[in-house]
Antibody, heavy 122, light 111 residues
Framework: EVQLLESGGGLVQPGGSLRLSCAAS????????MSWVRQAPGKGLEWVSA????????YYADSVKGRFTISRDNSKNTLYLQLNSLRAEDTAVYYC???????????????WGQGTLVTVSS | QSVLTQPPSVSGAPGQRVTISCTGS?????????VHWYQQLPGTAPKLLIY???NRPSGVPDRFSGSKSGTSASLAITGLQAADEADYYC???????????FGGGTKLTVL
């Protein structure tokens, strides 16, 4: 059974940093591209970042480019998102998701974790 | 303002058919990029409902169907059930933004 378990969320002050983790199991982790998608309280879904199976290719939404860094450790079956220079508008539930669809322009999200809440507030 | 436009809400009685539209532009749906649909039940993570415009993942009932034409796509739900009450999101790729884009979401209410 595919399982994605996010962790690392919490309360952080504006300008602060946080590292999110997503522990994967039930599938061959290194064979799949992975992504982070967030959802602000009461709002819609916003794609944040994606990474290829090997970790060689990374992609970011303009809203987080230069502040967030996606990475993965295939030996630990774990996906990461480093969040720096956090702003109030980054407050959201952050979901990790398995990507299908082949190329970047065909990406869709096959399985989702339950999410971890990041709150940016003083 | 989302790149893909969905109606904020739709409603229907049990057993009825409803459709949810997803309107894009020449840089996303109109450019030929696939459209995918997700269902988010209250308090849960999103779930893939339709991929590549018309395809249902294993386990998704055939009451759910997708279509695409020009710069728009639609999700149809037939035989509406109370359990279908959820938020629905479309998703595609936008070449101008060079990134994945979602619609703003549509809340389905079963009357």
């Amino acid at each position: 059974e595919v399982q994605l378990l996010e962790s690392g969320g919490g309360l952080v002050q504006p300008g602060g940093s946080l590292r999110l983790s997503c522990a994967a199991s039930g599938f061959t982790f290194s064979s799949y591209a992975m992504s982070w998608v967030r959802q602000a309280p009461g709002k819609g879904l916003e794609w944040v970042s994606a990474i290829s199976g090997s970790g060689d290719s990374t992609y970011y939404a303009d809203s987080v480019k230069g502040r967030f860094t996606i990475s993965r450790d295939n030996s630990k079956n774990t996906l990461y998102l480093q969040l720096n220079s956090l702003r109030a508008e980054d407050t959201a539930v952050y979901y990790c998701a398995i990507i299908s669809g082949g190329s970047y322009s065909n990406y869709y999200f096959d399985y989702w974790g339950q999410g971890t809440l990041v709150t940016v507030s003083s | 303002q989302s790149v893909l436009t969905q109606p904020p809400s739709v409603s229907g009685a049990p057993g009825q058919r409803v459709t949810i539209s997803c309107t894009g532009s020449s840089s996303n749906i109109g450019a030929g990029y696939d459209v995918h649909w997700y269902q988010q039940l209250p308090g849960t993570a999103p779930k893939l409902l339709i991929y590549a415009n018309t395809n249902r993942p294993s386990g998704v009932p055939d009451r759910f169907s997708g279509s695409k034409s020009g710069t728009s796509a639609s999700l149809a739900i037939t035989g509406l059930q109370a359990a279908d009450e959820a938020d629905y999101y479309c998703q595609s790729y936008d070449s101008s933004l060079s990134g994945v884009v979602f619609g703003g979401g549509t809340k389905l209410t079963v009357l």
